[in-house]
Every structure is written in structure tokens, then in C-alpha cells.
């Protein structure tokens, strides 16, 4: 069986709602027109007293609408009088009746939602960038279209929840996001979200059930066998079953605070180093708190707290678990069971702790925590999770450490996956193997950037106006030191940091300046918005590039070329 298109099922609503109005009408007309063309008129002089049917159409059809023009082309009889009277009245009904069934059907859900789907679908064709397909426009959803919007990406957004849609028709956002209202896991709104189109670059699943995020995935790699996808999922079996899917990246906010947590515990400089990279608001790479090493009190014990303690024993820091016990678990473990109030978080051993993690589901409990914990022992460090968005305001009030946002962390995750995902090989390199590498580029850090905002961006050299590949063929090849510098004077650095440098299939982490550049290349770099313009001019004016490598203007017409060998030969 064919598959109905938007058009047939936009021209079926219509149709089965017009259908009866149309013959009303059409009845009306038919019958008015025909009768007013027999009824019999005053005779005239030629003896013609009647009207031709003409003269009824024309007649009936301002009639009918109640305009009135009088009576044409001659004085009606009283038989005529009385037709019209009846057709003005008839036609009026009508009309009304078919005005009413029309705003009845451009009220129907069934043709609103049909009509939605295709401007849906015609915007996303007419989209010409590469862009992202986000199914969820929750609180990860929202701060992830904030992030691509921020870098200059395109995103389809589908979510099940129309308030939440008229929402993102009202964001500030730098670029156009197109949003439809409808579930996300069905083929056709996948397929009208653009994921077989050459320009996705992913689908990124993001509601707030991890069962609804895997058929989600697997519908769309039913439909695009080749297309990058990205799911949230916080439960250990789903996670296990997408993995099993194959080219699928999972990211579970809590194992990716917990990595993060521990990174802060044992090298702060690199968490710290990481958190300035990202954006963090209110970070200072010098005084950035840190977590001390000791013991650790985990109040809930639900997806926070047993990632959280898998990767605290795992480190071989000590841990207790304060929990109201409304989830079975393993009671050979340190566990106080109770809400975490004052007596609760004083017989957990607070005098010996040295951190407290309020990890609840509930932002009230979260905050009452902070303040048990803080009344107990002010000095304690304190680390919270905030489920919702909304009440940062709260949260920034209690001054804790460091707060964990599951939507922050996810949205931040999947915004590097998308944009820089260089970072993320850097940032495994760094914390297995290249700790002593982390002081000197911390220092690096500063003495080039300072501390002035950063961002991240990947430069791609390749194409006819790359200058690196132009200078290349004449034998000059370029350095990465020579792109670096200023266009006004070459004897100073731009503020600007390359990160990253990928050569085919080869990963080159913090490549020195004196690295030769070649086509194809992929340079992941950090810097100011400022000098990331300057980088950008420098890498596509073989003129400044000749003169940042060699310190010599290169000759830009056929007499200066000339001139400049005549010099050279004397």
C-alpha cells in the first residue's frame, strides 16, 4: 500500500469537512437559479417577462449573499418577489452554515497538526547548512539549541509537548531553529526532521525517557544507516542495549560528573584547565575550589549517588550513603537510612567528612541538605545536583562548590561531540597519559590567553582559498607557528592555542609550533573571538601567509615580480 503524503491527508481533512457544506451550496444555487429562471415575470413590450438563466446567476449570486443591487434587468412580479425573498433567506443559511463549517475546520487538530508537518518538512528541505535534528526540547534540549545557535549551527527540533514548541519559536536565539510537535520515535516525523538528507549531521535524542530515546535510535538507524546519533540514558540496561545498536554515543550525565568529580579530586589544574575551556561562569584558573581527598558523604543513593560512589571506591576514597531507603540496596554498604537532616548527616560521621554531595531527585531536598550540612560543619565542601533549570536562582544563593545541572552536563557533552570532538580525545590523553603535560599547558594557558574568554573552533585547511595549500605548492610549507602570528607584526603571537592537530586518521595532541601543516589537515584550536578572525584571515591570504613565514611581502603583480627579481640579480 502507497504512503499517504502530507497533501493527500491535508486534501482528506478537507474534503470530509467541505464536502456537505459544498453540496448545501451548490443545492441552493442550483435550486435559486432555476426557480428564478421559471418563475413568471411582468410582461414587457416584446412580451418577454421572464428571466434568461444569466440574469438569474448573476441575480441569485449577490443575492445570496444578502448585497442587493435591486431588481434586474427589469421590475420583478410578485411571483419573482417572492422567489427572491425565499432565495435571500435560503442563501443567507447557507452561507452561514458553510462560513461555520470552515472555521470548524481550520480549527481541527487533524488538520492543523497535517498542515504543521508540511511547513515542518518544507522548512527543513529548504535548510542548505549542515544542521542537527534534537528530538526533546527540555531543559537538555533548550541549553543544547542555545549552544548550536551560539556556534552559528542549524537544528530541527521535534517534541511531544506543544508548549514547549511555541517556546522555541520564541527563543532569541542567533540563527532560525524549526520546531513541530509531534512524537518523536514515528518514521515519517524523523524523516520530515531531514536524517537522510546529506547536510545532518546527527539526530540527538533527548526526552526524558531513556526507553522512548532507544526507539528513537533505532528507527533512525533503520532510516540512515550512516548517520551520526547521540542518546541520553541514565539506566545501565538501556545504556548496555544501545550500545549494542552499533555507531551510537551514549552519554549518562551522571558517569560524565562523576569522571569530572574525580578529575577535580586528583588533578585539579586539568579539571580546572577543562572548566575555563568550556565556559564555566564564575571560574578563575588560579583559585578554582578544589575537592579534597577524604571522606565523602552521598546523600541519595539513587543515579548520582551510585555512579558518584563507583568512581570515589574506585579512586579508594571512602564513602557513606544517607538514604530514605525507598530503593533496594546493598546494606553491606556505609549506609544511614533516613532523610539527610542534621541527625541523619551527624551519625553518617560529618565531623570526619570532608565533602557532601546532596544528590537527590528533588531540588527542595538538595537545598535543605546544603543547609543541614552547612550548620553542621561551615567549612565542609559541598556539591549539589539541580534537576531544574528554573531554580538556579536558589542554587547560586547557598554558595555551594560546585553544582552539578544533569541538563548542563549532558547539553555541554553533546555540543563538544557536535562542534569540537577533538576536545574529547584531548581530555581522555590528558587524563590517562598526559598528567605531566597538564602544569605546562596551564601555564601556557595563561601566558598566551590570559584571561581574557575563550572559545574553541576547528580549522579545516583545504579548498582553492586555503593559503597553507597555495604556499605549499611553491615549496613554502607553512608552520603552525607561522599561522599564529599577527598580521600587523609577525614578531607577536596571536592570543590563540592549537589543541589539536588531526592528519588523516592520526591525532597530534598539543603540537608545537614548529609542526608543518599540510591539505586536509583538521587543528583544533582555543583563543579570543578577536584573533580566531585574524587565524581565519591568516589562513586564506597567501599574501600575509608569505609574509608571516618569511617576513617579505610576496610581489602581487607582474612589474612588482619583475622589479623584485631585478633586486634579487643585482
Same mark, same amino acid.
Given at each position: 500500500?502507497?504512503?499517504?503524503?502530507?497533501?493527500?491527508?491535508?486534501?482528506?481533512?478537507?474534503?470530509?469537512?467541505?464536502?456537505?457544506?459544498?453540496?448545501?451550496?451548490? $443545492?441552493?444555487?442550483?435550486?435559486?437559479?432555476?426557480?428564478?429562471?421559471?418563475?413568471?415575470?411582468?410582461?414587457t413590450g416584446d412580451g418577454v417577462g421572464g428571466m434568461n438563466l444569466f440574469h438569474s446567476f448573476y441575480f441569485f449570486t449577490f443575492t445570496a449573499t444578502t448585497t442587493g443591487f435591486g431588481e434586474i434587468p427589469g421590475e420583478f412580479s410578485e411571483p419573482q418577489r417572492l422567489w427572491a425573498t425565499i432565495c435571500m433567506y435560503t442563501g443567507a443559511v447557507a452561507w452561514l452554515y458553510a462560513i461555520g463549517s470552515f472555521i470548524r475546520l481550520v480549527q481541527h487538530p487533524e488538520l492543523v497538526t497535517a498542515v504543521s508537518e508540511r511547513r515542518f518538512a518544507r522548512q527543513?528541505?529548504?535548510? &542548505?547548512?549542515?544542521?542537527?535534528?534534537?528530538?526533546?526540547?527540555?531543559?537538555?534540549?533548550?541549553?543544547?539549541?542555545?549552544?548550536?545557535?551560539?556556534?552559528?549551527?542549524?537544528?530541527?527540533?521535534?517534541?511531544? !509537548?506543544?508548549?514547549?514548541?511555541?517556546?522555541?519559536?520564541?527563543?532569541?536565539?542567533?540563527?532560525?531553529?524549526?520546531?513541530?510537535?509531534?512524537?518523536?520515535?514515528?518514521?515519517?516525523?524523523?524523516?520530515?526532521?531531514?536524517?537522510?538528507?546529506?547536510?545532518?549531521?546527527?539526530?540527538? %535524542?533527548?526526552?526524558?525517557?531513556?526507553?522512548?530515546?532507544?526507539?528513537?535510535?533505532?528507527?533512525?538507524?533503520?532510516?540512515?544507516?550512516?548517520?551520526?546519533?547521540?542518546?541520553?540514558?541514565?539506566?545501565?540496561?538501556?545504556?548496555?542495549?544501545?550500545? #549494542?545498536?552499533?555507531? =551510537?554515543?551514549? /552519554?549518562?550525565?551522571?558517569?560524565?560528573?562523576?569522571?569530572?568529580?574525580?578529575? %577535580?579530586?586528583?588533578?585539579?589544574?586539568?579539571?580546572?584547565?577543562?572548566?575555563?575551556?568550556?565556559?564555566?561562569?564564575?571560574?578563575?584558573?588560579?583559585?578554582?575550589?578544589?575537592?579534597?581527598?577524604?571522606?565523602?558523604? =552521598?546523600? +541519595?543513593? +539513587?543515579?548520582?549517588?551510585? %555512579?558518584?560512589?563507583?568512581?570515589?571506591?574506585?579512586?579508594?576514597?571512602?564513602?557513606?550513603?544517607?538514604?530514605?531507603?525507598?530503593?533496594?540496596?546493598?546494606?553491606?554498604?556505609?549506609?544511614?537510612?533516613?532523610? %539527610?537532616?542534621?541527625?541523619?548527616?551527624?551519625? #553518617?560521621?560529618?565531623?570526619?567528612?570532608?565533602? @557532601?554531595? $546532596?544528590?537527590?531527585?528533588?531540588?527542595?531536598?538538595?537545598?535543605?541538605?546544603?543547609?543541614?550540612?552547612?550548620?553542621?560543619?561551615?567549612?565542609?565542601?559541598? @556539591?549539589?545536583?539541580?534537576?531544574?533549570?528554573?531554580?538556579?536562582?536558589?542554587?547560586?544563593?547557598?554558595?555551594?562548590?560546585?553544582?552539578?545541572?544533569?541538563?548542563?552536563?549532558?547539553?555541554?557533552?553533546?555540543?563538544?561531540?557536535?562542534?569540537?570532538?577533538?576536545?574529547?580525545?584531548?581530555?581522555?590523553?590528558?587524563? !590517562?597519559?598526559?598528567?605531566?603535560?597538564?602544569?605546562?599547558?596551564?601555564?601556557? &594557558?595563561?601566558?598566551?590567553?590570559?584571561?581574557?574568554?575563550?572559545?574553541?573552533?576547528?580549522?579545516?585547511?583545504?579548498?582553492?582559498?586555503?593559503? /597553507?595549500?597555495?604556499?605549499?605548492?611553491?615549496?613554502?610549507?607553512?608552520?603552525?607557528?607561522?599561522?599564529?602570528?599577527?598580521?600587523?607584526?609577525?614578531?607577536?603571537?596571536?592570543?590563540?592555542? $592549537?589543541?589539536?592537530?588531526?592528519?588523516?586518521?592520526?591525532?597530534?595532541?598539543?603540537?608545537?609550533?614548529?609542526?608543518?601543516?599540510?591539505?586536509?589537515?583538521?587543528?583544533?584550536?582555543?583563543?579570543?573571538?578577536?584573533?580566531?578572525?585574524?587565524?581565519?584571515?591568516?589562513?586564506?591570504?597567501?599574501?600575509?601567509?608569505?609574509?608571516?613565514?618569511?617576513?617579505?611581502?610576496?610581489?602581487?603583480?607582474?612589474?612588482?615580480?619583475?622589479?623584485?627579481?631585478?633586486?634579487? #640579480?643585482?
Amino acid at each position: 500500500m502507497p504512503a499517504t503524503s502530507e497533501l493527500d491527508r491535508v486534501t482528506a481533512v478537507v474534503l470530509q469537512y467541505m464536502r456537505t457544506p459544498f453540496l448545501v451550496l451548490l $443545492a441552493t444555487y442550483a435550486l435559486g437559479i432555476t426557480g428564478m429562471s421559471l418563475m413568471p415575470g411582468l410582461e414587457t413590450g416584446d412580451g418577454v417577462g421572464g428571466m434568461n438563466l444569466f440574469h438569474s446567476f448573476y441575480f441569485f449570486t449577490f443575492t445570496a449573499t444578502t448585497t442587493g443591487f435591486g431588481e434586474i434587468p427589469g421590475e420583478f412580479s410578485e411571483p419573482q418577489r417572492l422567489w427572491a425573498t425565499i432565495c435571500m433567506y435560503t442563501g443567507a443559511v447557507a452561507w452561514l452554515y458553510a462560513i461555520g463549517s470552515f472555521i470548524r475546520l481550520v480549527q481541527h487538530p487533524e488538520l492543523v497538526t497535517a498542515v504543521s508537518e508540511r511547513r515542518f518538512a518544507r522548512q527543513v528541505r529548504g535548510i &542548505t547548512q549542515p544542521f542537527v535534528v534534537i528530538c526533546g526540547f527540555g531543559d537538555t534540549g533548550s541549553l543544547l539549541a542555545r549552544g548550536l545557535s551560539d556556534n552559528y549551527r542549524k537544528a530541527a527540533v521535534i517534541d511531544i !509537548d506543544e508548549d514547549r514548541i511555541k517556546a522555541l519559536k520564541l527563543r532569541d536565539y542567533r540563527i532560525k531553529m524549526f520546531g513541530h510537535c509531534g512524537d518523536a520515535s514515528v518514521p515519517r516525523h524523523l524523516l520530515d526532521a531531514g536524517i537522510t538528507r546529506e547536510n545532518c549531521q546527527g539526530l540527538v %535524542a533527548l526526552t526524558r525517557n531513556d526507553e522512548t530515546n532507544l526507539k528513537i535510535a533505532v528507527m533512525a538507524r533503520s532510516l540512515n544507516p550512516r548517520l551520526k546519533i547521540i542518546c541520553r540514558a541514565t539506566s545501565g540496561e538501556i545504556r548496555e542495549y544501545m550500545e #549494542a545498536v552499533g555507531n =551510537l554515543d551514549v /552519554v549518562d550525565p551522571y558517569d560524565v560528573f562523576s569522571r569530572q568529580m574525580c578529575t %577535580a579530586i586528583f588533578n585539579p589544574p586539568l579539571f580546572n584547565w577543562m572548566q575555563r575551556l568550556i565556559g564555566a561562569l564564575d571560574f578563575n584558573l588560579e583559585t578554582s575550589a578544589s575537592p579534597p581527598v577524604g571522606k565523602w558523604i =552521598l546523600c +541519595g543513593y +539513587g543515579r548520582m549517588g551510585r %555512579a558518584l560512589r563507583e568512581a570515589l571506591v574506585h579512586r579508594g576514597i571512602p564513602t557513606v550513603i544517607v538514604d530514605p531507603g525507598s530503593e533496594p540496596m546493598d546494606h553491606r554498604l556505609p549506609v544511614v537510612i533516613g532523610r %539527610a537532616d542534621t541527625r541523619a548527616l551527624a551519625k #553518617a560521621g560529618i565531623e570526619d567528612a570532608v565533602g @557532601v554531595v $546532596a544528590g537527590t531527585d528533588s531540588d527542595e531536598d538538595n537545598l535543605g541538605i546544603l543547609l543541614s550540612a552547612r550548620k553542621l560543619k561551615p567549612d565542609i565542601f559541598l @556539591v549539589v545536583r539541580q534537576n531544574h533549570h528554573e531554580n538556579e536562582l536558589a542554587f547560586s544563593g547557598v554558595n555551594a562548590n560546585l553544582i552539578m545541572q544533569p541538563s548542563l552536563v549532558t547539553a555541554r557533552q553533546i555540543l563538544q561531540m557536535l562542534t569540537v570532538p577533538a576536545i574529547l580525545d584531548l581530555r581522555r590523553y590528558l587524563r !590517562d597519559k598526559g598528567l605531566d603535560e597538564v602544569p605546562r599547558l596551564v601555564a601556557r &594557558t595563561l601566558g598566551i590567553l590570559g584571561r581574557e574568554k575563550i572559545h574553541l573552533w576547528v580549522e579545516t585547511l583545504g579548498g582553492g582559498g586555503c593559503a /597553507v595549500t597555495s604556499l605549499s605548492l611553491r615549496g613554502q610549507v607553512p608552520t603552525l607557528g607561522d599561522v599564529q602570528r599577527k598580521p600587523m607584526d609577525r614578531t607577536h603571537r596571536l592570543k590563540v592555542l $592549537a589543541l589539536v592537530l588531526k592528519r588523516g586518521e592520526e591525532l597530534m595532541m598539543l603540537p608545537e609550533d614548529d609542526t608543518q601543516l599540510h591539505r586536509g589537515d583538521e587543528i583544533l584550536f582555543c583563543g579570543t573571538s578577536a584573533d580566531h578572525r585574524l587565524l581565519d584571515a591568516n589562513l586564506h591570504n597567501e599574501y600575509t601567509l608569505h609574509y608571516l613565514q618569511r617576513g617579505t611581502e610576496m610581489p602581487r603583480t607582474l612589474f612588482s615580480a619583475w622589479f623584485s627579481r631585478r633586486v634579487k #640579480a643585482d
